[in-house]
């Protein structure tokens, strides 16, 4: 599997899938991703209508284009939430936390240690 990322002057902070998808759009067309990702001919479409994508196509073109696949199913996950309290919290959490989160992950993995134990 390749993987590709864009370094632009331009570039900003992404926050959401469909900055994501934004990015990821930049590098191919809908169409080839489409069958990159064995999608529908109109999953892409349909994500962008919806304004969010699915944490499995959110994961999948984040490890296609270089970038953390947690971390964007987790976002993904969270922008398909209603809204809350709960989901301000945690988005506000997840973003303040996200490096450091990663990190832990990370480094327990490596490490074999279970962070929920």
């Known amino acids: 599997m390749h993987t590709y990322h864009l370094h ?8 959401t899938t ?3 998808l934004e990015k990821a759009l ?8 489409h069958k990159r990702l064995d999608l529908s001919r109109n999953a892409l479409h349909s994500a962008k209508q919806r304004g969010n994508l699915s944490p499995s196509i ?3 073109l984040a490890e296609e ?8 199913m987790v976002i993904a996950a969270l922008e398909g939430e ?11 959490k997840f973003l303040l936390g996200t490096a450091l989160t ?3 992950v990370g ?6 240690v279970c962070i929920l134990c």
Do not use: F
């Open 65 to 72: 284009i270089g970038e953390n696949a947690q971390k964007w």
């Open 26 to 33: 930049e590098i191919h067309s809908a169409a080839e991703w």
């Open 82 to 92: 209603r809204e809350s309290a709960c989901k301000s919290r945690m988005v506000r």
């Open 58 to 60: 959110a994961g999948a």
């Open 107 to 112: 480094t327990a993995a490596a490490k074999g």
């Open 18 to 20: 469909m900055d994501l």
């Open 102 to 104: 990663i990190g832990a």
């Open 8 to 15: 632009h002057a331009k570039d900003k902070a992404m926050q």
